[in-house]
């Protein structure tokens, strides 16, 4: 039996909620052989997050200011790496490669755009290992939707678990992986996860979420907004397809008092959510949730009510669900080494199995 070789892999993530970067290391094969080794979330300053959320949305930078925050969030990223050693204690020349999620500015597949910053040859100096990043232009360039980029990973790591099963992904936006008993991976960004809730939490409290629902908790969920929401054609457009953080009309709830547009929020995650059945050949058997909404208790009982089976966190199954993103660029640069698929016909549209990927070295060119 010929084996495989499995490599040490770190990925970085910094996704739409702009907390900070998760940083995780896996060894791994790229493709069934997963081995979670370490991981750290290092938060970003105030300054750098600020600088962030000024940029959220743009689509050029015709000034430059942009491409210098870039450097700083590279930074910022080289860093994390260097706290993910410290505490694994792997030393870098040990590590075969960084997947570099980067931080998504626009992302509209449907014109054929997707704009992620961070400089990958910047990274593989700083680090001393090369990175692997832009991991969603190859599949855009060829018709899908370059999100989400995680299935794959997530088959890989669901191993037996009885299937119909779902991966649900509560970060700013959330995301479904449906794993069928026949084999089938299906995905597809579902509708909102935390951005919305996130931002409302800081607007009104000046706190960064709705820690422990205790906001929503509070309040009452306005259901004619929410009807408004999930009369959009997104909800009924078959999958796959997905979503931009700030795709959603923030005057319908601005309003509403601090409480009822937290409790107005959640719910329309959860709604959103739940109609995501309607695009599931068969009825997961059980939903296990990653990302930072699986800490929402108002969130997570209102999922168990609206879907009618267990709704549980992954950290259940033993996996580390603060780093379940971060694991899967470190897979994914796995696999775009290998020039393997990283999306698939039934995980974005694109049409074939498509790998992705820009590739730097850190050995120096002289």
């Known amino acids: 039996m010929e084996h495989k070789k499995v490599y040490t892999a770190i990925g970085l993530m910094s996704g739409t909620s702009l907390d900070g970067i998760d940083a995780a290391m896996i060894r791994t094969d790229g493709q069934g052989y997963v081995e979670y080794v370490g991981s750290v979330c290092i938060p970003y300053d105030k300054e750098l997050r600020e600088k962030l959320r000024s940029c959220l949305g743009a689509k050029d930078d015709p000034d430059g200011r942009i491409g210098r925050i870039e450097i700083e969030m590279t930074r910022a990223h080289a860093a994390a790496v260097d706290w993910l050693l410290a505490k694994t204690g792997v030393h870098p020349q040990d590590v075969d490669v960084i997947g570099f999620h980067g931080q998504t500015l626009y992302h509209d597949p449907d014109n054929g755009f997707t704009w992620q910053i961070g400089r990958g040859s910047m990274l593989a100096q700083l680090t001393g290992i090369d990175v692997v990043n832009d991991m969603r232009s190859a599949d855009v360039k060829a018709g899908g939707q370059g999100a989400p980029l995680l299935p794959l990973y997530h088959e890989a790591r669901a ?140 969130l997570m009982e209102g999922l168990e009510k609206a879907l009618g089976v267990p709704v549980k966190s992954v950290d259940e199954l033993g996996w580390s669900g603060d780093s379940i993103e971060a694991e899967g660029f470190a897979y994914l640069a796995v696999r775009s080494v290998l020039k393997l698929p990283l999306t698939l016909p039934t995980t974005t549209g694109v049409g074939q199995p498509t790998t992705g990927g820009v590739y730097y070295t850190a050995k120096p060119s002289f």
């Not at 937290?262 to 995501?276: C, E, P, R």
């Open 159 to 298: 191993g037996t678990l009885d299937r119909p099963v779902a991966i649900l992904n509560i970060g700013g936006v959330s995301n479904v992986t449906y794993l069928g008993p026949d084999g089938a991976v299906i995905a597809f960004d579902t509708g909102p996860g935390n951005a919305l809730l996130d931002d409302w939490v800081r607007r009104h409290l000046g706190r960064p979420y709705d820690e422990n629902g205790m906001l929503a908790r509070q309040g009452k969920a306005h259901q004619e907004i929410i009807e408004k929401y999930l009369a959009q054609p997104y909800f009924t457009a078959q999958p796959p397809k997905s979503l931009d953080r700030d795709q959603w009309d923030k005057t319908l709830y601005h309003h509403l008092s601090a409480a009822d547009g937290a409790a107005t929020l959640a719910s329309f995650t959860v709604q959103s959510i739940a109609k995501a059945l309607d695009h599931l050949p068969e009825t997961p058997q059980t939903w296990y949730v990653t990302g930072g909404g699986r800490h929402n208790p108002v």
